[in-house]
């Protein structure tokens, strides 16, 4: 029996020994002619849509291999689904960087997911470009080898805020949300900016994920009738919420999140009048179907033509370009170190379809720093810097 | 001819053998798969938990995720807030996870019963979502709640492998506690309210303190089940105790075989695995599971417990629903 213990510790502590974890290698993921990168999004469950942004990015990588690829090398994806389920990223990333054995990480929406795969992605060293999630926590404080390349909620909580108080005579706000932290990733913000200029919320409502009607969150606004309303909600609970706002005659403007999309919010409530005092955040340079970006859509249809485009398909083309400008930069023999440097050197870079600039820098890994607005004029969806001046 | 005793001690053999060729699993994983080893062994406790429930008493119940909720916040908490290693928030887990199965089962000491208790379950589940999300001094509200993984007691809890062992360890103390349970003579009251609760209550055996009693233990295993996934994730989220987690565990409660523990383990394995292998074909996941289920179903309605049990008797087992 003693013996037979001692055999059972022997193997125990062998086992233990054999999988330590490794350094992570420089070059793991690359050969000669490809680079292999992990896009992780959420392929399925009820937060699927959002792998729209992954299917651009992929596009623009297929655009770019048809070019002719970055140093003799093609961009190579390899796909993994998180289902916006922290437990599934967890095993979704494992999988990319031990098994697939990937170069770097590209892509991630849903913040849940993002923030529970970081401490993985930190110990294992390799690059990863959050190209869709906005949750701040991700990229603050800084970490080596992660660089955010979407405006994060900060940034997106302080345009909002921004784009109200620039209406002239705002004085009274009220906020209407989900109890979610994408929700609270966008209103906290825009608290502690409204705070800032000296603006209290006159109201603050949750409006509940799946809630078919808001009559209590209107009539709670009437009766504190606010010049602006910030509304942070899902497109279903939006088109709710505005209907239900016209149905009690409720003419006060919304600024809504990068959540929702503004030809897509028109869809669902049917007519424009309902809609014509609604804005969004807008991450691009122009609108969706606008001439700017149509050189990204005819993109994303070469490669995907069945592919129906939203607001998130084009969100996260713009890290991709600032990828392809690091990778040039890095040379033939790239490494992730080297990678990583060159990242950091990315300085004001225009990509085309943001609306705002890229910078990294070692102190600073939250790239874009600002966020433009859409709403309708006249009838015809517009992009805004501010209450009545076009982008 | 095999006598009853001889088929025990050959169950109790390979009860035992199992882990023990388990232990060198290590050796064949890399992170990623020695990550899915523990997510296996995680819903086997919660598979087990729940089918104690739905199996063995017969009570239609949907407050499984809740409990494996509870368990996870109560060691998350007892973690961060009260500075207590993991090691030892498992207890408290349990005991909270036990609490839960009291507070989730209370009304059946009223008399209320099958559909109408199913719904208090689905309440407190609903109510328990809610706390999670909403009580952010405590819980971390949305962001969810950081689980430190440093060193306890001398053993290395960030370490995947070590997870396993620890893992391992617990989940066979409680199957063993389990199989225990339903051999004595609460399992067969337990058994007995399934098959006719006013036979039963005619013996003079308290039904609804028998039910309240499995719902318990069920919230017991399953909150040590929540400690181990707060562990095993780093981090814990409300989102992750919601429907979703609810239809997996009753697919693997189904899928194993009601009632039956070794179908527990079978179902925990199964539907935790097959999925990673549809990896390669994103958005087909869901597609995937639920064919899995509707074919398992439609081939063995016993569940997979019953394939092994037409190979050899002593996987038979006397509590498994029919």
Not at chain 2, 3 to 9: K, V
Not at chain 2, 84 to 110: D, E, V
Request: with cysteine; hydrophobic share 50%.
């Amino acid at each position: 029996m003693k013996f037979k213990l001692k055999k059972l510790g022997l193997l125990v502590g062998l086992t233990l020994a054999a999988t330590g974890s490794a350094a992570a290698d420089e070059t793991t993921g690359l050969t000669d002619d490809a680079i292999k990168i992990g896009v992780m999004g959420p392929f399925s469950g009820n937060a699927s849509s959002y792998s729209k942004a992954e299917i651009g990015l992929m596009a623009y990588f297929q655009m770019i291999n048809d070019e002719g690829g970055i140093h003799g090398r093609k961009l190579v994806a390899v796909q993994e689904d998180t289902a916006c389920d922290p437990a599934k990223a967890l095993a979704a990333a494992k999988k990319l960087i031990y098994q697939d054995e990937v170069f770097m990480l590209h892509g991630n929406s849903c913040s849940g997911a993002a923030i529970a795969i970081k401490p993985d992605i930190v110990e294992a060293g390799l690059p990863w470009i959050v190209a869709h999630a906005v949750s701040d926590t991700i990229s603050v404080p800084p970490v080596k080898n992660i660089f955010h390349g979407v405006p994060t909620g900060n940034t997106n909580g302080e345009a909002m805020a921004a784009f109200v108080l620039s209406k002239p005579g705002t004085k009274n706000v009220a906020i209407v949300e989900h109890s979610n932290d994408w929700a609270h990733s966008y209103t906290n913000p825009a608290r502690a900016y409204l705070k800032e200029n000296g603006v209290e919320p006159v109201a603050e409502l949750v409006m509940e994920r799946g809630q078919t009607d808001a009559t209590a969150q209107v009539l709670k606004l009437r009766q504190a009738n606010p010049d602006f309303i910030i509304g942070a909600l899902y497109e279903a609970e939006t088109a709710i919420f505005l209907r239900d706002m016209k149905k009690y005659g409720l003419d006060i403007p919304v600024m809504g999140t990068a959540g929702t999309d503004l030809e897509n919010t028109l869809k669902r409530v049917g007519d424009l009048d309902t809609v014509q005092n609604y804005f969004v955040l807008h991450s691009y340079v122009d609108n969706l179907d606008g001439p700017l970006l149509k050189k990204w859509a005819d993109m994303i249809h070469k490669y995907y033509p069945d592919e129906a485009l939203t607001n998130f398909s084009y969100i996260s083309i713009g890290s991709g370009v600032a990828l392809v400008e690091a990778l040039k930069a890095a040379g033939p023999d790239l490494t992730r170190a080297k990678l990583i440097a060159e990242l950091d050197k990315i300085k004001a870079l225009d990509t085309g379809i943001l609306s705002s600039p890229i910078t990294w820098s070692p102190e600073e890994r939250r790239g874009v720093k600002s966020s433009a607005v859409a709403g309708f004029v006249d009838g015809e969806p517009t992009v805004l810097k501010a209450w009545g001046t076009p982008y | 001819m095999q006598t009853a005793t001889g088929t025990l001690s050959k169950r109790r053999r390979i009860f035992w053998l199992v882990p023990l060729i388990a232990l060198a699993l290590p050796l064949l994983t890399n992170p990623y798969t020695q990550f899915i080893a523990n997510a296996m062994l995680i819903y086997t406790l919660v598979t087990l938990g729940f089918s104690v429930v739905i199996g063995n008493l017969g009570q239609l119940a949907f407050a499984n995720t809740a409990f494996f909720g509870i368990g996870a916040y109560a060691s998350a908490i007892a973690s961060t807030s009260l500075g207590l290693p993991w090691l030892a928030t498992i207890p408290i887990a349990g005991l909270a996870g036990a609490l839960g199965g009291f507070l989730a089962s209370a009304a059946a000491l009223r008399g209320i019963r099958l559909y109408y208790l199913a719904i208090v379950t689905l309440a407190f589940g609903e109510l328990m979502r809610w706390f999670y999300t909403h009580a952010g001094a405590l819980t971390g509200g949305t962001d969810g709640l950081p689980v430190p993984r440093g060193r306890d007691f001398g053993l290395a809890l960030s370490s995947g492998t070590v997870q396993f062992y620890v893992f391992l360890a617990i989940t066979c103390l409680l199957v063993a506690g389990t199989v225990n349970l339903l051999r004595s003579r609460i399992g067969r009251a337990i058994i007995a309210v399934r098959e006719n609760e006013i036979a039963t209550a005619s013996l003079g055996i308290p039904t609804s303190q028998i039910i309240v009693t499995a719902f318990m233990w069920s919230g017991f295993i399953v909150g040590i089940a929540g400690a181990m996934f707060a562990l095993h994730t780093g981090r814990v989220f409300p989102e992750s105790f919601g429907l979703t987690q609810l239809i997996v565990n009753f697919a693997m409660v189904l899928v194993g075989g009601l009632g039956s523990v070794v179908g527990a383990v079978l179902g925990a394995v199964a539907l935790t695995a097959l999925p990673e292998y549809v990896r390669a074909f994103p958005g087909m996941e869901e597609i995937f599971f639920g064919v899995i289920v509707m074919v398992v179903l439609l081939v063995m309605p016993k569940g997979l417990a019953s394939l092994l049990a037409r190979f050899s008797p002593i996987f038979q087992q006397r509590y498994h629903r029919d």
